[in-house]
């Protein structure tokens, strides 16, 4: 709709900053390094001012805050490295990131630098300056220490090497992953079960064979619906071998560079200094929670797969075990047969373009906001199947979202919420970017949830980002909080009265409130089985990191089997294509350890209503739009009027 996206921006008078003009068909190569090298440059400019010594902490502060957007201005050309369509822009911003990284580094382990933090900290009057301006001067003088300032020259020297390794081999290991895309060929009667479009979309080659990818809207319903359990068995080795043997060295030496770097900072492990800025706070708490966790869903786990193996064993009587490749299609087969959910009949209600504007519907009552697209050309963006559009609130705008929802060729294989520019109050408007790998056509139920968690991301980055403070813009929590706002938003996605005002199928019919009690049912089937197999994969991020292993296959087995209820599959090595041992290294705990907090946050919604206005706003401004301004734990209990418990998770758990 160009025309109500150019009156939009025409008549944007008030003091509110634009959006970034991004090239759209223009020069890509040139914008990229233009907008990289003037944002370093800014930043050594304020970083210059800050070091003429100022004693005055406010002048101090507010350079240093300039520097630091600048410098998340740089950091965000990682972003063109997993979505531009042109891999000569892809590489370049590979490159570009290895120079912010750089300097970043050099930043941390600038002596002058850290001493004009150091003498206000000290010999400053702090009481001029603000609740937030004293915890961006902690904050800063905490990272200076992390980063090893104190150190020798020659300890300085190989933490800088280090660093600069790490930030090599997390860029291997990611483009290993992306531009590896497997695939299996097999004859088209061996698509049996899956549904019509589906087949309909793999039609043989000349060669008489179907191809099926290890991208996801191949791999997901291909393990879901797809009968041959041999070709299942196929795929799921495909998939795991993504990325080997390139990646098993590459995480080796990331993890090397992790131990090294925790050690000549004088801790015990890199999960202790991974954990001193989170929630969880030190590297035993870790173990002792994936332990806790493992522990409560034992008996469940053990139950389900009991039904799984009883239900196999209806195709397959000499059955004795359930593989992993088995799991998602005989929970589908139990799911349908036992508590009558139909993953085939309930995809017919999810097309995608409904579910995206469903979704924002949904979002934009709850929270106040207002989506007005923003056409293609305006936007500017790098590709033509990116959907942008201005977010507002009370009539203002505040932030521009981009919706990269499909997959591509080099393009990131998963689902993630990225960075385009932190807001920061009257400076720049947040811009953030969803890129995920869905279907275009019908949407699986579970692929719909996932747009709603990632879309959680998508808002905290916006409504966090109104503030003064770079450091605070957006999901800038810590790190083991920032999925429970998108975990508690996926409760939205389960709710059969939010699910009625978007989910219809071709005939026009509203998926039925029947249908949807049926899927919360079967949904409860399978949390136990769930919550065990997240803890071997905590598991593995975790002792991968705490210390060396050899062979980090037959190690992540030994922990698939302490762990997981399934049993480990021959030949697979899954490590290498676990991206998360990168973005999250020791800490894929975060993920469990998140879902405590959002079932205790989710507690506070009566489950009746979940539009009520009163608590949604509460939630919007006392935990979304504070960004980081204080501790995760402090939002949570200020929102909850309490402190966050376990309770509510061992409830669900139980359920
Ligand atoms: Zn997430």
């Not at 010594?53 to 507010?62: I, R």
């Not at 689902?415 to 949407?443: H, S, T, Y």
Request: net charge negative; glycine share 8%.
């Amino acid at each position: 709709m160009p025309n109500q996206t150019d009156t939009q921006t025409d008549t944007q008078t008030d003091t509110q900053p634009a959006p970034v003009d991004l090239p759209g068909e223009g020069d890509w190569l040139a914008w990229v390094s233009q907008r990289c090298r003037d944002q370093l440059e800014e930043a050594q400019q304020q970083v210059g001012l800050v070091k003429a010594g100022s004693s005055d902490a406010p002048v101090v502060l507010v350079a240093w805050n300039k520097a630091e957007t600048a410098i998340a201005n740089a950091e965000a050309v990682a972003l063109w490295a997993e979505v531009h369509p042109d891999a000569a822009v892809r590489d370049l911003a590979d490159d570009l990131s290895q120079q912010v990284q750089k300097y970043v580094t050099e930043l941390g382990l600038d002596r002058d630098l850290y001493a004009v933090f150091d003498r206000l900290a000290t010999s400053s009057d702090l009481s001029v300056l603000d609740a937030d301006g004293r915890r961006v001067l902690e904050h800063t003088l905490r990272d200076f220490r992390r980063a090893g300032v104190d150190r020798d020259d020659a300890t300085r020297d190989r933490l800088r090497e280090l660093s600069e390794r790490s930030v090599k081999l997390s860029q291997d290991f990611g483009r290993n992953i992306r531009d590896d895309v497997r695939s299996i060929r097999i004859a088209p009667e061996r698509l049996a079960g899956l549904p019509e479009d589906y087949r309909a979309a793999h039609a043989p080659d000349e060669d008489g064979l179907v191809t099926i990818t290890t991208d996801y809207p191949d791999l997901v319903p291909f393990i879901t619906f797809g009968s041959d359990a041999a070709a299942r068995h196929e795929l799921a080795l495909a998939q795991n071998n993504v990325a080997w043997p390139a990646n098993d060295q590459v995480l080796q030496d990331l993890l090397a560079v992790r131990r090294e770097t925790a050690q000549l900072l004088g801790y015990d492990s890199w999960p202790d200094y991974d954990t001193e800025v989170k929630m969880i706070g030190n590297g035993r708490a870790v173990a002792d929670f994936i332990d806790r966790v493992g522990e409560a869903a034992k008996e469940r786990a053990g139950d389900e797969l009991g039904v799984l193996l009883e239900r196999k064993r209806v195709d397959d009587p000499s059955a004795d075990a359930v593989a992993t490749y088995d799991s998602r299609y005989y929970s589908e087969l139990v799911r349908r047969e036992q508590y009558d959910v139909d993953g085939q009949v309930v995809r017919t209600y999810f097309p995608f373009e409904q579910v995206r504007q469903g979704l924002l519907d949904v979002t934009g009552r709850l929270f106040g906001l207002g989506w007005t697209p923003v056409a293609h050309e305006d936007a500017g963006t790098w590709h033509d199947e990116v959907a942008s559009y201005d977010v507002d609130l009370d009539g203002t705008r505040i932030g521009r979202i981009h919706l990269d929802l499909h997959p591509r060729e080099g393009k990131f294989k998963h689902a993630a919420q990225f960075d385009l520019v932190k807001g920061i109050a009257g400076e720049q408007l947040p811009e953030g970017v969803l890129v995920c790998n869905f279907n275009r056509g019908l949407m699986e139920h579970d692929e719909v949830v996932t747009l709603f968690h990632e879309f959680g991301h998508l808002v905290h980055h916006v409504l966090g980002g109104q503030g003064e403070w770079a450091r605070f813009s957006g999901v800038a929590t810590e790190w083991d909080f920032v999925e429970a706002p998108s975990q508690m938003l996926e409760e939205w996605a389960w709710d059969a009265d939010v699910l009625a005002t978007f989910a219809r199928n071709d005939a026009g019919d509203t998926i039925p409130a029947d249908l949807v009690g049926a899927m919360r049912r079967a949904e409860h089937f399978g949390k136990g089985l769930y919550a065990v197999q997240q803890m071997s994969y905590a598991a593995r991020s975790y002792w991968f990191h705490a210390g060396p292993h050899d062979d980090l296959t037959a190690y992540g087995d030994e922990l698939q089997r302490r762990y997981s209820v399934f049993p480990p599959l021959d030949g697979a090595h899954m490590h290498c294509a676990f991206g998360h041992l990168d973005g999250y290294s020791s800490g894929y705990y975060t993920y469990m350890w998140s879902l405590v907090i959002a079932k205790d946050l989710f507690s506070a919604f009566d489950p009746d209503d979940l539009f009520a206005a009163d608590v949604a706003r509460a939630y919007r401004d006392k935990v979304l739009a504070m960004g980081g301004r204080e501790d995760a734990a402090d939002l949570v209990a200020d929102f909850l009027g309490r402190p966050y418990s376990f309770d509510s998770w061992a409830a669900w758990l139980a359920e």
